[in-house]
């Protein structure tokens, strides 16, 4: 039986998107495989008819999606965010595939709201969104070439959380609640002024050290 409760907790977060014909190709992508929540980013270009014409029959998408200017308001409320990249980073946190990212994002759709965040078509995530991911996926390509537009991804991305909510039984809540992105971000905020009020931390030489925390923090969950 399809979990269609999680997929509606599943938010498409595209980052600054540079060309509307992939806003609109994406949210087709989307709307085949039942996922609708879309969200924007600073979007270069929004509403605009080539997202309206590479949507096709996804109008609908495209009119419900939530435009903002900032990734922490598009993530506000959620428990997971899974980044999707595949750049190479140092002190990235866990790296999973596609489909494995998939079936921990309906997974934590039973408890709440969850995100997939894309970057920009030429440039992808920046390693400051990477960090307010708690998970790195990437699509399985050949490595001699794997450039997938961003609307193609998308629609990888949306076939595999079809297909683990198809499989992933409704199961009762252990008791125990997940922080949410806003609650996480404080944390890391407060975290931080109680490093530089202590002198553990030097706000002028501050290296990669909340960087670390962040992936520490990250595979904890």
């Known amino acids: 039986m399809m979990t269609t409760a ?14 509307p014909g992939n806003i609109g190709a994406a949210a087709r992508a989307m709307k ?18 080539d997202a309206d014409a590479f949507a096709s029959g996804a109008l609908d998408v495209l009119r419900d999606a939530v435009v903002c200017d900032s990734v922490d308001v598009a993530l506000a409320g959620t428990v997971l965010v899974v980044a ?27 408890r709440g709201e969850v995100a997939l965040v894309f970057g920009p078509e030429r440039t992808g995530l920046t390693v400051r969104d990477v960090n307010k991911c708690q998970l790195i996926a990437a699509i ?22 079809r297909m683990s909510a198809g499989g992933t039984p409704a199961r009762p809540s252990s008791g125990s609640e997940t922080a949410t992105h ?29 960087q670390r925390m962040r992936r520490l923090f990250a595979r904890s969950r």
């Not at 999680?6 to 060309?19: I, M, P």
């Not at 929540?37 to 008819?49: A, E, M």
């Not at 070439?145 to 629609?155: F, G, H, I, K, P």
């Open 6 to 19: 999680a997929l509606d907790r599943v938010r498409v977060v595209l980052c600054e998107t540079s060309h």
């Open 32 to 49: 085949t495989m039942g996922l609708t929540r879309l969200v924007l980013v600073k979007p270069k270009l929004f509403p605009h008819p």
């Open 84 to 110: 999707s990249t595949s750049r190479h980073r140092d002190l990235t946190h866990e790296v999973v595939e596609c489909r494995e990212a998939c079936r921990r994002l309906v997974q934590d759709a039973l």
């Open 140 to 161: 399985a390509a050949n490595p001699e070439y794997a450039s997938l537009n961003l609307a193609q991804a998308v629609q990888v991305f949306a076939y595999e959380l």
């Open 182 to 210: 806003d609650e996480v971000e404080g944390f890391y905020r407060q975290l931080e002024d109680v490093f530089q009020v202590s002198g553990f931390l030097d706000p002028a030489q501050p290296k990669r050290l909340m």
